[in-house]
Protein backbone atom coordinates (compact mmCIF):
# COMPACT_ATOMS: atom_id res chain seq x y z
CA UNK A 1 0.00 0.00 0.00
CA UNK A 2 1.54 3.51 -1.23
CA UNK A 3 -0.01 6.86 0.10
CA UNK A 4 2.52 8.60 -2.57
CA UNK A 5 3.71 7.62 -5.66
CA UNK A 6 7.21 8.37 -6.34
CA UNK A 7 7.31 11.55 -4.06
CA UNK A 8 10.05 13.83 -5.01
CA UNK A 9 10.40 16.19 -2.14
CA UNK A 10 13.41 17.66 -0.89
CA UNK A 11 14.03 16.67 2.67
CA UNK A 12 17.48 17.70 3.01
CA UNK A 13 16.53 21.12 1.64
CA UNK A 14 14.53 22.05 4.68
CA UNK A 15 17.35 20.44 7.23
CA UNK A 16 17.44 23.59 8.52
CA UNK A 17 14.40 24.12 9.02
CA UNK A 18 14.15 20.55 11.01
CA UNK A 19 17.19 21.46 13.05
CA UNK A 20 15.46 24.94 14.14
CA UNK A 21 12.09 23.26 14.96
CA UNK A 22 14.43 21.19 17.01
CA UNK A 23 16.59 23.34 18.97
CA UNK A 24 13.40 25.45 19.60
CA UNK A 25 11.79 22.54 21.46
CA UNK A 26 14.95 21.12 23.23
CA UNK A 27 15.89 24.90 24.93
CA UNK A 28 12.25 25.21 25.81
CA UNK A 29 12.34 21.78 27.64
CA UNK A 30 15.65 22.18 29.23
CA UNK A 31 14.52 26.00 30.23
CA UNK A 32 11.14 24.55 32.09
CA UNK A 33 13.69 21.90 33.62
CA UNK A 34 15.59 24.57 34.74
CA UNK A 35 12.55 26.98 36.35
CA UNK A 36 11.05 23.97 38.26
CA UNK A 37 14.49 23.17 39.08
CA UNK A 38 14.19 19.73 37.86
CA UNK A 39 12.14 17.20 36.91
CA UNK A 40 8.79 16.49 38.50
CA UNK A 41 8.78 12.79 40.06
CA UNK A 42 6.89 10.05 40.40
CA UNK A 43 6.57 8.60 44.32
CA UNK A 44 9.17 5.96 43.36
CA UNK A 45 11.38 7.97 42.64
CA UNK A 46 11.50 10.70 45.16
CA UNK A 47 10.49 8.85 48.01
CA UNK A 48 7.37 9.24 50.30
CA UNK A 49 4.13 8.09 50.75
CA UNK A 50 1.09 8.44 48.46
CA UNK A 51 -2.48 7.85 49.16
CA UNK A 52 -5.42 7.29 46.64
CA UNK A 53 -9.23 8.79 48.23
CA UNK A 54 -12.73 7.24 47.14
CA UNK A 55 -15.02 10.09 48.48
CA UNK A 56 -18.64 9.73 48.75
CA UNK A 57 -19.61 12.49 46.77
CA UNK A 58 -16.86 15.67 45.68
CA UNK A 59 -14.70 16.21 47.79
CA UNK A 60 -13.57 19.88 48.80
CA UNK A 61 -9.65 19.52 47.48
CA UNK A 62 -9.50 22.98 49.84
CA UNK A 63 -10.79 21.56 52.96
CA UNK A 64 -8.83 18.53 52.65
CA UNK A 65 -5.77 20.85 52.21
CA UNK A 66 -6.63 22.80 55.60
CA UNK A 67 -7.26 19.73 56.82
CA UNK A 68 -3.83 18.29 56.58
CA UNK A 69 -2.27 21.56 57.27
CA UNK A 70 -3.88 21.36 60.86
CA UNK A 71 -2.49 17.88 61.33
CA UNK A 72 1.34 19.78 60.29
CA UNK A 73 1.12 18.11 56.44
CA UNK A 74 1.47 21.55 54.61
CA UNK A 75 3.74 19.79 51.78
CA UNK A 76 1.05 17.50 50.84
CA UNK A 77 0.15 18.09 47.41
CA UNK A 78 -3.39 16.84 46.31
CA UNK A 79 -4.47 15.90 42.68
CA UNK A 80 -7.84 14.65 41.59
CA UNK A 81 -7.85 11.50 39.05
CA UNK A 82 -10.39 10.42 37.06
CA UNK A 83 -13.54 11.56 36.31
CA UNK A 84 -15.29 14.05 38.21
CA UNK A 85 -18.18 11.33 39.14
CA UNK A 86 -15.51 9.21 40.53
CA UNK A 87 -14.43 11.61 43.49
CA UNK A 88 -11.13 10.28 43.34
CA UNK A 89 -7.87 12.14 45.00
CA UNK A 90 -4.17 11.25 45.28
CA UNK A 91 -2.53 12.34 48.12
CA UNK A 92 1.35 12.90 47.92
CA UNK A 93 3.42 13.43 50.88
CA UNK A 94 7.04 13.43 50.18
CA UNK A 95 9.82 12.12 52.86
CA UNK A 96 10.97 15.77 54.90
CA UNK A 97 14.48 14.61 55.72
CA UNK A 98 16.49 11.39 55.04
CA UNK A 99 16.85 10.82 59.51
CA UNK A 100 12.93 10.27 59.31
CA UNK A 101 13.15 7.11 57.36
CA UNK A 102 10.36 4.53 57.15
CA UNK A 103 8.95 5.48 60.62
CA UNK A 104 8.43 8.80 59.25
CA UNK A 105 6.55 7.28 55.94
CA UNK A 106 4.37 5.59 58.22
CA UNK A 107 3.15 8.33 60.50
CA UNK A 108 2.84 10.15 57.35
CA UNK A 109 -0.29 7.76 56.15
CA UNK A 110 -1.35 7.85 59.54
CA UNK A 111 -1.67 11.49 59.68
CA UNK A 112 -3.63 11.74 56.06
CA UNK A 113 -5.92 9.01 57.37
CA UNK A 114 -6.57 10.99 60.64
CA UNK A 115 -7.17 14.29 58.70
CA UNK A 116 -9.53 12.63 56.73
CA UNK A 117 -11.17 11.08 59.60
CA UNK A 118 -11.79 14.38 61.07
CA UNK A 119 -13.41 15.98 58.13
CA UNK A 120 -15.23 13.30 56.78
CA UNK A 121 -15.39 10.25 58.75
CA UNK A 122 -15.92 10.89 62.41
CA UNK A 123 -17.92 8.49 63.98
CA UNK A 124 -20.06 7.45 67.18
CA UNK A 125 -17.30 6.89 69.96
CA UNK A 126 -15.89 3.48 70.33
CA UNK A 127 -16.86 2.53 66.72
CA UNK A 128 -14.86 1.13 63.57
CA UNK A 129 -15.02 2.76 60.15
CA UNK A 130 -15.75 0.00 58.20
CA UNK A 131 -15.22 1.62 54.38
CA UNK A 132 -11.43 1.49 56.09
CA UNK A 133 -11.45 -1.38 57.78
CA UNK A 134 -9.69 -5.03 57.37
CA UNK A 135 -11.09 -8.21 56.87
CA UNK A 136 -9.06 -9.65 59.81
CA UNK A 137 -10.68 -6.54 62.19
CA UNK A 138 -13.92 -7.04 60.77
CA UNK A 139 -13.54 -10.94 61.69
CA UNK A 140 -12.42 -10.74 65.12
CA UNK A 141 -15.70 -8.44 65.51
CA UNK A 142 -17.85 -11.17 64.35
CA UNK A 143 -16.14 -13.78 66.14
CA UNK A 144 -16.55 -11.53 69.43
CA UNK A 145 -20.50 -10.59 68.42
CA UNK A 146 -21.11 -14.25 66.89
CA UNK A 147 -24.48 -13.27 65.03
CA UNK A 148 -24.87 -17.32 63.71
CA UNK A 149 -24.71 -18.71 66.88
CA UNK A 150 -21.49 -20.80 65.65
CA UNK A 151 -19.45 -20.78 69.25
CA UNK A 152 -21.37 -24.21 69.77
CA UNK A 153 -19.29 -26.00 66.84
CA UNK A 154 -15.93 -25.38 68.26
CA UNK A 155 -13.45 -21.81 67.34
CA UNK A 156 -11.73 -23.41 64.72
CA UNK A 157 -15.43 -23.67 62.93
CA UNK A 158 -15.87 -20.58 63.79
CA UNK A 159 -12.83 -18.32 63.06
CA UNK A 160 -12.85 -20.09 59.45
CA UNK A 161 -16.41 -19.08 58.72
CA UNK A 162 -16.14 -15.22 60.02
CA UNK A 163 -13.19 -15.01 58.60
CA UNK A 164 -14.07 -16.36 54.80
CA UNK A 165 -17.26 -14.32 55.56
CA UNK A 166 -15.46 -11.23 55.88
CA UNK A 167 -13.26 -11.67 53.06
CA UNK A 168 -16.53 -11.58 50.74
CA UNK A 169 -17.88 -8.60 52.43
CA UNK A 170 -14.70 -6.63 51.90
CA UNK A 171 -14.47 -7.92 48.47
CA UNK A 172 -18.08 -6.75 47.72
CA UNK A 173 -17.12 -3.37 48.82
CA UNK A 174 -14.19 -2.78 47.28
CA UNK A 175 -14.76 -3.72 43.72
CA UNK A 176 -17.48 -2.45 41.30
CA UNK A 177 -19.93 -0.77 41.71
CA UNK A 178 -19.37 -0.12 45.19
CA UNK A 179 -15.15 1.15 44.72
CA UNK A 180 -14.12 1.11 48.21
CA UNK A 181 -17.53 2.32 49.54
CA UNK A 182 -20.79 0.77 51.33
CA UNK A 183 -23.04 4.31 52.21
CA UNK A 184 -25.75 1.26 54.04
CA UNK A 185 -25.23 -1.97 55.51
CA UNK A 186 -28.01 -3.28 53.71
CA UNK A 187 -25.93 -3.38 50.78
CA UNK A 188 -24.08 -6.30 52.35
CA UNK A 189 -27.42 -8.33 51.92
CA UNK A 190 -26.06 -9.06 48.42
CA UNK A 191 -23.35 -11.17 49.81
CA UNK A 192 -23.80 -15.03 50.39
CA UNK A 193 -23.99 -15.39 54.50
CA UNK A 194 -24.79 -11.95 55.60
CA UNK A 195 -28.10 -12.07 57.16
CA UNK A 196 -29.79 -9.57 59.08
CA UNK A 197 -28.29 -10.97 62.40
CA UNK A 198 -24.33 -10.16 60.61
CA UNK A 199 -25.74 -6.80 59.82
CA UNK A 200 -26.91 -5.75 63.04
CA UNK A 201 -24.13 -6.94 64.76
CA UNK A 202 -21.98 -4.95 61.97
CA UNK A 203 -23.71 -2.12 62.84
CA UNK A 204 -23.21 -2.48 66.34
CA UNK A 205 -19.63 -2.39 66.00
CA UNK A 206 -19.03 -0.33 62.66
CA UNK A 207 -20.17 2.86 60.87
CA UNK A 208 -19.76 4.30 57.35
CA UNK A 209 -17.57 7.33 57.20
CA UNK A 210 -17.77 8.99 53.35
CA UNK A 211 -14.38 8.59 52.33
CA UNK A 212 -12.28 5.49 52.08
CA UNK A 213 -8.61 4.70 51.26
CA UNK A 214 -8.52 2.79 47.84
CA UNK A 215 -4.44 2.61 47.84
CA UNK A 216 -1.14 3.42 49.70
CA UNK A 217 2.38 3.43 48.63
CA UNK A 218 5.31 3.92 50.25
CA UNK A 219 8.61 4.35 49.18
CA UNK A 220 11.85 5.06 51.06
CA UNK A 221 14.48 7.50 50.24
CA UNK A 222 17.24 4.61 49.66
CA UNK A 223 14.79 2.84 47.10
CA UNK A 224 13.30 6.15 45.09
CA UNK A 225 17.15 7.14 44.75
CA UNK A 226 18.25 3.66 43.30
CA UNK A 227 15.20 3.56 40.86
CA UNK A 228 16.73 6.78 39.51
CA UNK A 229 19.79 5.77 39.42
CA UNK A 230 18.64 2.72 37.50
CA UNK A 231 16.43 3.91 35.54
CA UNK A 232 19.39 5.95 34.03
CA UNK A 233 21.77 3.01 33.62
CA UNK A 234 19.20 1.17 31.72
CA UNK A 235 18.28 3.82 29.20
CA UNK A 236 22.33 4.54 28.76
CA UNK A 237 22.88 0.97 28.86
CA UNK A 238 19.95 0.51 25.26
CA UNK A 239 21.12 3.38 23.62
CA UNK A 240 24.83 1.82 24.11
CA UNK A 241 23.84 -1.68 22.91
CA UNK A 242 21.89 -0.03 19.61
CA UNK A 243 24.97 1.87 18.69
CA UNK A 244 27.00 -1.28 18.58
CA UNK A 245 24.74 -2.89 17.04
CA UNK A 246 23.98 -1.03 14.21
CA UNK A 247 28.09 -0.14 13.70
CA UNK A 248 28.29 -3.79 13.25
CA UNK A 249 25.25 -4.04 11.03
CA UNK A 250 26.14 -0.86 8.98
CA UNK A 251 29.18 2.16 9.51
CA UNK A 252 29.66 3.89 12.92
CA UNK A 253 28.66 7.16 11.71
CA UNK A 254 24.97 5.50 11.04
CA UNK A 255 25.55 4.26 14.29
CA UNK A 256 25.99 7.57 15.66
CA UNK A 257 23.43 9.43 13.85
CA UNK A 258 20.77 7.34 15.09
CA UNK A 259 22.01 7.63 18.53
CA UNK A 260 21.66 11.20 18.19
CA UNK A 261 18.13 11.05 17.15
CA UNK A 262 17.34 9.13 19.64
CA UNK A 263 19.06 11.33 22.42
CA UNK A 264 16.59 14.04 20.66
CA UNK A 265 13.56 11.88 20.96
CA UNK A 266 14.27 11.68 24.25
CA UNK A 267 15.11 15.40 25.59
CA UNK A 268 12.14 16.50 23.61
CA UNK A 269 9.44 14.19 25.39
CA UNK A 270 11.12 14.29 28.45
CA UNK A 271 10.83 18.49 27.87
CA UNK A 272 7.45 18.23 27.13
CA UNK A 273 6.74 16.21 30.65
CA UNK A 274 8.53 19.30 32.16
CA UNK A 275 6.78 21.99 30.23
CA UNK A 276 2.95 20.29 31.25
CA UNK A 277 3.85 19.56 34.99
CA UNK A 278 3.83 15.71 34.50
CA UNK A 279 5.03 13.39 36.50
CA UNK A 280 8.16 11.33 35.96
CA UNK A 281 7.19 7.45 37.27
CA UNK A 282 7.94 3.93 36.71
CA UNK A 283 5.52 3.58 33.57
CA UNK A 284 7.02 6.93 31.47
CA UNK A 285 10.54 5.03 31.89
CA UNK A 286 9.19 1.99 30.25
CA UNK A 287 7.74 4.08 27.82
CA UNK A 288 11.01 5.98 27.46
CA UNK A 289 12.71 2.54 26.44
CA UNK A 290 9.67 1.89 23.94
CA UNK A 291 10.72 4.88 22.37
CA UNK A 292 14.20 4.59 21.91
CA UNK A 293 13.38 0.97 20.40
CA UNK A 294 10.76 2.71 18.37
CA UNK A 295 12.75 5.58 16.73
CA UNK A 296 16.08 3.18 16.58
CA UNK A 297 13.92 1.12 14.22
CA UNK A 298 12.32 3.48 12.19
CA UNK A 299 15.79 4.91 11.82
CA UNK A 300 17.14 1.70 10.51
CA UNK A 301 14.12 1.45 7.83
CA UNK A 302 15.65 4.83 6.41
CA UNK A 303 19.36 3.87 6.62
CA UNK A 304 18.98 0.51 5.10
CA UNK A 305 17.22 1.93 2.32
CA UNK A 306 20.27 4.52 1.84
CA UNK A 307 23.14 1.65 2.10
CA UNK A 308 21.00 0.21 -0.50
CA UNK A 309 20.90 2.78 -3.20
CA UNK A 310 24.40 3.35 -2.28
CA UNK A 311 25.18 0.06 -3.78
CA UNK A 312 23.35 0.64 -6.87
CA UNK A 313 24.10 3.80 -7.73
CA UNK A 314 27.80 4.59 -6.68
CA UNK A 315 27.99 7.82 -8.57
CA UNK A 316 25.24 9.42 -7.26
CA UNK A 317 25.28 12.49 -5.19
CA UNK A 318 24.81 11.63 -1.65
CA UNK A 319 22.18 14.48 -0.91
CA UNK A 320 19.86 13.14 -3.79
CA UNK A 321 20.22 9.73 -2.92
CA UNK A 322 19.20 10.33 0.89
CA UNK A 323 16.11 12.56 -0.44
CA UNK A 324 15.47 9.50 -2.91
CA UNK A 325 15.51 6.87 -0.10
CA UNK A 326 13.68 8.93 2.43
CA UNK A 327 10.84 9.10 -0.08
CA UNK A 328 10.41 5.56 -1.21
CA UNK A 329 10.23 4.59 2.84
CA UNK A 330 7.46 7.80 3.53
CA UNK A 331 4.16 5.64 2.92
CA UNK A 332 5.76 2.74 4.96
CA UNK A 333 7.22 5.06 7.19
CA UNK A 334 3.31 6.89 7.55
CA UNK A 335 1.60 3.52 7.82
CA UNK A 336 2.98 1.85 10.22
CA UNK A 337 3.91 5.63 12.47
CA UNK A 338 0.10 6.54 11.71
CA UNK A 339 -1.25 3.03 13.06
CA UNK A 340 0.89 3.17 16.14
CA UNK A 341 -0.31 7.16 16.75
CA UNK A 342 -3.77 5.77 16.77
CA UNK A 343 -3.20 3.27 19.02
CA UNK A 344 -1.54 5.14 21.62
CA UNK A 345 -3.36 8.10 21.05
CA UNK A 346 -6.92 5.81 22.18
CA UNK A 347 -4.84 4.47 25.16
CA UNK A 348 -3.84 8.25 26.04
CA UNK A 349 -7.62 9.42 25.97
CA UNK A 350 -9.66 5.92 27.29
CA UNK A 351 -7.11 4.20 29.06
CA UNK A 352 -7.39 5.94 32.71
CA UNK A 353 -5.11 7.55 34.72
CA UNK A 354 -2.70 4.84 35.53
CA UNK A 355 -1.47 4.45 32.19
CA UNK A 356 -1.95 8.57 31.35
CA UNK A 357 1.59 8.89 31.72
CA UNK A 358 2.88 5.66 29.59
CA UNK A 359 0.54 6.95 26.82
CA UNK A 360 1.40 10.05 26.62
CA UNK A 361 5.30 9.45 26.34
CA UNK A 362 4.09 7.19 23.36
CA UNK A 363 1.92 9.98 22.10
CA UNK A 364 4.73 12.68 21.59
CA UNK A 365 7.66 9.77 21.33
CA UNK A 366 5.69 8.58 18.04
CA UNK A 367 5.34 11.43 16.72
CA UNK A 368 8.87 13.30 17.43
CA UNK A 369 10.53 9.71 16.66
CA UNK A 370 9.07 9.51 13.47
CA UNK A 371 10.03 13.41 12.71
CA UNK A 372 13.69 12.91 13.78
CA UNK A 373 14.19 9.20 11.31
CA UNK A 374 14.43 11.96 8.48
CA UNK A 375 14.84 15.83 10.10
CA UNK A 376 17.77 14.34 12.48
CA UNK A 377 19.00 11.29 11.53
CA UNK A 378 19.45 11.63 7.81
CA UNK A 379 20.98 14.89 8.20
CA UNK A 380 23.65 13.86 10.34
CA UNK A 381 24.69 11.59 8.19
CA UNK A 382 24.95 13.54 5.30
CA UNK A 383 26.80 16.16 7.39
CA UNK A 384 29.24 13.39 8.02
CA UNK A 385 29.56 12.12 4.10
CA UNK A 386 29.83 15.37 2.86
CA UNK A 387 32.77 16.58 5.14
CA UNK A 388 34.52 13.07 4.36
CA UNK A 389 34.22 13.76 0.84
CA UNK A 390 35.23 17.68 0.93
CA UNK A 391 38.19 16.16 3.60
CA UNK A 392 38.79 12.95 0.36
CA UNK A 393 38.83 15.95 -2.61
CA UNK A 394 41.42 17.78 -0.31
CA UNK A 395 43.66 14.73 -0.05
CA UNK A 396 43.70 14.14 -3.69
CA UNK A 397 43.94 17.72 -4.89
CA UNK A 398 47.53 17.36 -2.55
CA UNK A 399 48.54 14.23 -4.13
CA UNK A 400 48.24 16.09 -7.61
CA UNK A 401 50.14 18.96 -6.33
CA UNK A 402 52.72 16.69 -5.13
CA UNK A 403 53.21 14.79 -8.32
CA UNK A 404 53.11 17.54 -10.32
CA UNK A 405 55.90 18.92 -8.24
CA UNK A 406 58.06 16.06 -8.24
CA UNK A 407 58.10 15.85 -12.23
CA UNK A 408 58.79 19.61 -12.30
CA UNK A 409 62.17 18.97 -10.14
CA UNK A 410 63.06 16.10 -12.50
Given amino acids: MEFF ?19 VLIVAGVTSI ?28 GAIRRA ?31 AQGNRALDTGKTDIVKALTALYGVGPAGKIDFNNADAHTVAEHLLVADPLGLAAQGMEAATKTYSTLARAMINFRNNPPQDGLISNFSQLSSVAGVTPAVTGALEKDFYLSGFAIRNTEIVGPKVGSDLRRQALYVT ?15 ELIYGVAAVIATFHDVIITIGFFSLLNKEISLTVIAALLTLVGYSMNDTIVVFDRI ?28 LTSGLTFLAVLSLFLFGGQVIHGFAFALVVGVIIGTYSSIAIASPVLLYWQQRAGRSGVVREKARVVEREAAATRR
Avoid at 9 to 21: A, E, N, Q
Avoid at 68 to 78: K, P, Q
Avoid at 244 to 250: A, C, G, K, S, V
Wanted: without cysteine; glycine residues 8%.
Fill in 68 to 98: LAAEGLRDASIQSIGTASQHEVVIELPLIGK
Fill in 236 to 250: LAGLGAMLLYIWFRF
Fill in 34 to 61: VVHHGLTYGIEFRSGTQVTVKFAKSPDV
Fill in 5 to 23: HEPKIDWMGMKWYFISLSL
Fill in 307 to 334: RENVRLTKRANFLELVNRSINQTLSRTI
